[in-house]
């Protein structure tokens, strides 16, 4: 026997239609490639959304097909999103961080037919253009004022391509499981890999992330997700804040601190989000340059650890709470969020901070434990670490074209590559990569944790910390800093800095000031790079 209620498939149009319906006059505004600020609102956005798909349809694109971007968060991008996966097809977002190579790779494996792109990549596209395999059609995402005037690409419009469509041109009706959309993950090791969305994953995530103790957003929030949408759905903005009729503004191609700054005071922003380093950033330009973050009540930083002097600084200096977050591309990508619970909420500030360093608790949604090498779950007394695994609804099941070959245990869990505790309070916290722990004469030393009080040092702009071989202790680590700019930064200012803030043993051997550190195509330290460089390092006198 069934339960008797509808049966209403679980679809992305369907959240952008309900924004246009019920908030529908709400903004969506937009930094443009053109170098305008663009105005525009949800009802505006789901036409014009809706004529993508229509101009899609017209050109022989069906449901299942593939259909990539190259974009920063803009109004298009969102229409296309939408308009792509609202008739069928697959809003592949293509990262144009990563290297030629890679995106070759990911576009001709996962088989785009047509390619969105911003006026930022057209000499990207025309470079890769005679090694992409599969993609039939070049749509520059611009009008015909900016079309380029000499180029060796056949490009389409985006202005012109939906120009002749319909603004009521109908949606498609899918199952709820049907491809929306597709991302790859970074491949720091190996091909990168495809992770495929579902319509019904995409709003059940959606949906979660307005949560209270997610984001808390609604109709009266403005939000300006600085993730971005082809890395792990922008956090889901597009989708959430549509589903909440929440304001949306879009930094397209601009990161840097001044213009987020006056983007979020200008636009009233009461919710940002980022990866740490852009939050760095804005941190250093505000204490340089003095500004205020005006209506900012909450950044959602993740993708990183966020260092306790992060989480200290925005609130003391600038009133604005931070709220940490957990997640990867295979998990849509929330898993944890950092808001406290009833019981830290009582806590003293600084106790306080010893939770908000943690990645978070579950959001419903997600299932998560951790087990030890036997693959027996462990205890969650906030001490005992292992591999983190999870299992829910927005979580993947196996990688695009079942590259990876099974990747679920026999009971659904996925190992997130992560190890962990989870403590009483419910709270997961990251002890590393389980690649990049550092094994010290038996005992584990968390490269994360060192990395984040060294950040707090004086002078230190960013740190990186590695395992080296040491003939005694098996590993131990070796600690990299960047310096601010005019700071001098040496070894015994950053132990003395550490002395009492960390465990004796885990101490850095060596700290070596360095011009630049490696970073991923999203922005995370480069972990694979440094031990390449520093493989035939070895500590003074060991
Ligand atoms: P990639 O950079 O590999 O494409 P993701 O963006 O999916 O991948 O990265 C996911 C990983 O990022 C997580 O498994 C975890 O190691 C790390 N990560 C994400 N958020 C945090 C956080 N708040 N603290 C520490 N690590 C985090």
């Not at 983007?263 to 939050?279: H, K, R």
């Not at 019981?343 to 419903?364: C, P, S």
Request: net charge negative; hydrophobic share 40%; with cysteine.
């Amino acid at each position: 026997m069934l339960g008797t209620m509808q049966d209403w498939p679980l679809l992305v149009w369907k959240l952008i239609d309900h924004a246009a319906t019920f908030h529908g006059d709400r903004e969506v505004v937009s930094l443009t490639c053109e170098g305008v600020r663009h105005r525009s609102d949800w009802r505006t956005v789901r036409g014009r959304a809706r004529q993508v798909a229509e101009a899609l349809r017209h050109m022989g694109i069906v449901p299942g097909d593939r259909v990539a971007t190259l974009a920063w968060n803009t109004y298009r991008h969102v229409e296309s999103w939408y308009g792509i996966s609202g008739m069928g097809g697959v809003a592949h977002t293509i990262n144009p961080r990563l290297f030629d190579d890679q995106i070759v790779y990911i576009a001709n494996h996962a088989e785009d037919r047509v390619l969105f792109f911003d006026l930022t990549f057209v000499k990207l596209v025309e470079r890769l253009a005679p090694r992409f395999t599969t993609i039939e059609h070049y749509v520059l995402l611009t009008d015909r004022a900016h079309m380029p005037a000499d180029t060796t690409l056949d490009i389409i419009c985006y202005e012109d391509f939906i120009a002749g469509e319909s603004a009521d041109a109908p949606w498609t009706e899918l199952d709820e499981k049907a491809p929306a959309g597709l991302c790859y993950t970074s491949g720091t090791t190996g091909n990168p890999k495809g992770v495929q969305y579902s319509h019904r994953s995409n709003v059940l995530h959606a949906m979660a992330a307005s949560m209270t103790d997610t984001f808390g957003m609604g109709a009266r929030t403005t939000v300006l997700p600085i993730a971005p949408m082809y890395h792990a759905n922008a956090w889901s903005m597009p989708y959430t804040a549509a589903a909440c009729g929440a304001k949306l503004v879009l930094n397209g191609p601009n990161f840097d601190a001044p213009t987020l700054q006056e983007l979020i005071v200008s636009e009233d922003v009461d919710l940002a989000l980022a990866v740490p380093t852009v939050w760095l950033s804005m941190l250093q330009h505000l204490e340089a340059n003095g500004g205020n973050l005006g209506k900012l009540e909450r950044t959602a930083i993740g993708g990183s650890a966020v260092p306790r002097s992060m989480i200290e600084s925005f609130d003391r200096l600038h009133g604005v709470r931070v709220l940490q977050l957990w997640g990867m591309t295979e998990m849509s990508p929330l898993g944890t969020v950092g808001s406290p619970s009833p019981h830290v909420h009582a806590m003293t500030y600084d106790e306080q901070l010893d939770y908000r360093i943690k990645q978070g608790r579950g959001i419903f949604g997600v299932e998560m434990k951790i087990v030890g090498d036997d693959g027996a779950e462990l205890v969650r007394d906030g001490k005992a670490f292992g591999r983190l695994l999870v299992r829910g609804p927005w979580i993947v099941e196996s990688y695009f074209k079942g590259d990876g070959g099974q990747v679920l245990d026999a009971d659904g869990w996925f190992d997130t590559g992560d190890v962990a505790t989870l403590c009483p309070l419910g709270y997961m916290q990251i002890v590393d990569r389980s690649k990049d722990v550092i094994k010290s004469g038996g005992e584990w030393i968390s490269s994360i944790d060192l990395e984040n009080a060294a950040v707090g040092a004086p002078g230190v702009a960013e740190a990186a910390v590695i395992g080296i071989h040491h003939p005694k202790w098996d590993e131990r680590p070796l600690l990299l800093v960047r310096q601010k700019d005019g700071a001098t930064v040496t070894k015994d200012t950053v132990l003395a800095y550490l002395d009492g803030k960390i465990a004796k043993w885990w101490t850095p051997d060596e700290v070596l000031v360095v011009d630049e550190l490696p970073h991923t195509a999203t922005g995370k330290l480069l972990k694979t790079e440094l031990r390449e460089r520093y493989k035939d390092y070895r500590f003074p006198g060991a």
